[in-house]
Every structure is written in C-alpha cells, then in structure tokens.
C-alpha cells in the first residue's frame, strides 16, 4: 500500500463538520431514552448531565480543531513572545445548557398540563412539538459551542504565536450583513475583530458574539491565523 492509497486526512472544515453530525447524534439518541417513558419536563431535567457531558465533547473537538489550525498556519514558528493562556467561550457550556434544558422543561410540563409552569405561559403546542423545538435548540446551542470553541483556540495559539487573525466567512454567498462586512478583516496577535456597523448590520449584536466567530447562531465563519504584517 502507498500513501497514496490512503483518503485524504479530512480539513479542518470537514471535522467541524463531523462534529456537529456527531453532537447532533448523540443529543438525538440522548433525548429519546429519556423521553421513552414519557415527555415530562422532569424527564428532561433528568438528562441535563448527559446533555452537558455531549456538549462539553463536541466544545472539545471544535477546540482540537481550532488549535490543529493555528499549529497548520503557523508552520511551526513562533514570533510573539506572549504567554500562553485559554481564551474562555463567552458562556460557558454548562449555564447554555442548564438554561435551554429548564425553559424546555417548563415548556413541556405547561404544555402537558394545561397549566402554566414556572413563568412559561399555556400555548396551544403539544409536548410533542415542545420536544421537537427544544432538541434543535439543543443542536444548535451545540453548533455554537463547536464553532466558539474553535475560534476561542485559534485565538489563543495566534495569541501566543503572535499571528494576525483574519475572519473568514463561508463560501457559499449566504453571510449575513455581519459577517459579510468582516470577511477579509485582519487584526493583529490579541486583538479581536469590531463588529462594522452600516445598512443591515443590526444595533444589538447577539450576546454569543464577542469579538471572535460565531457572531450569529448557525454562523459558519472562522478566523484564520496569518503571518503578521510589518507593523509601524
Ligand atoms: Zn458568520
């Protein structure tokens, strides 16, 4: 066997990817043990260390890859003199989930009861459908994390490496005024990016965003690390 034999090692693109498939999986199957009996909302509360234990795992993944990226980029030099630190997600896994996981509980036991539970006022959805929402809520919040882990360890290693960033948007065409008016923006080992402002770009920015991708649920940017440009 040659080594051309061998498929292709996937991109980093391709694992992100691969993680969120994977994240979507393991909440799915999660989710449905839990509710064979019965959806309830104590059901649900039930399963939020599992939830918490498959979010944290895809965060670690999008983390590995982050990082696998800025070593790539870098080709193994180093002109910062930074320390290195971890650059924190802007909320952590476990409060994202908890809050999903409750207000869902909620939604499930008012629409299960006919009467309001905690806050959560009577709809006319069925605890069906409030089970349907809630597992994509729960996919996406692990999108998210995927994505701002990635971005929060390129971050770090660029940091530390002293490499530029430059935020990159998908190829397809579909990025939103936000992101579209990032791609290409570089800022140098540290910084992070300013959201621009103009037509579209809307005055309150989703709160996940702070400085760094995903500045959107769903958003599929990604900072990129680069050699640093002379500066004077
Ligand atoms: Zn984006």
């Known amino acids: 066997m040659t080594v051309t034999d061998l498929p292709a090692p996937p991109t980093p693109a391709q694992q992100l990817d691969q993680a969120e498939r994977q994240a979507a999986e393991e909440l799915a199957a999660i989710i449905a043990a839990a509710v064979a009996a019965g959806i309830t909302g104590a059901a649900l509360l039930a399963i939020i260390a599992a939830l918490i234990g498959a979010t944290r795992r895809a965060a670690q993944t999008g983390w590995a890859v982050g990082t696998q990226l800025a070593h790539r980029a870098s080709a193994g ?3 910062g003199r930074s320390a290195y630190f971890a650059e924190p997600l802007p909320t952590s896994v476990d409060a994202d989930v908890v809050a999903v996981v409750v ?3 909620q939604r499930i036991d008012a629409a299960r009861t006919g009467q309001p539970a905690g806050g959560v006022p009577v ?3 069925t605890p069906e459908v409030e089970l349907a ?3 994509r809520r729960m996919v996406r919040l692990a999108i998210t994390k995927i994505h701002q882990a990635a971005s929060a360890a390129t971050y770090s290693y660029a940091r530390w490496l002293g490499m530029d960033l430059e935020w990159v ?3 397809d065409g579909k990025a939103c005024a936000v992101c579209a008016g990032l791609n290409g923006v570089r800022v140098g080992p540290g910084q992070k990016f300013t959201p621009p402002r103009g037509r579209g770009v809307p005055r309150r920015l989703w709160a996940g965003f702070q400085g760094l991708p995903p500045s959107h649920p769903n958003c599929r940017c990604r900072c ?3 050699e640093p440009r002379p500066r004077t």
Do not use: K, L, Y
Request: charged share 35%; aromatic share 6%; glycine share 0%.
């Open 77 to 79: 030099q180093r002109v």
């Open 103 to 105: 207000d869902a509980a």
């Open 169 to 171: 948007t998908r190829r």
């Open 224 to 226: 990129i690390p680069r």
């Open 123 to 125: 709809t006319p959805a």
């Open 133 to 135: 929402r809630f597992q």
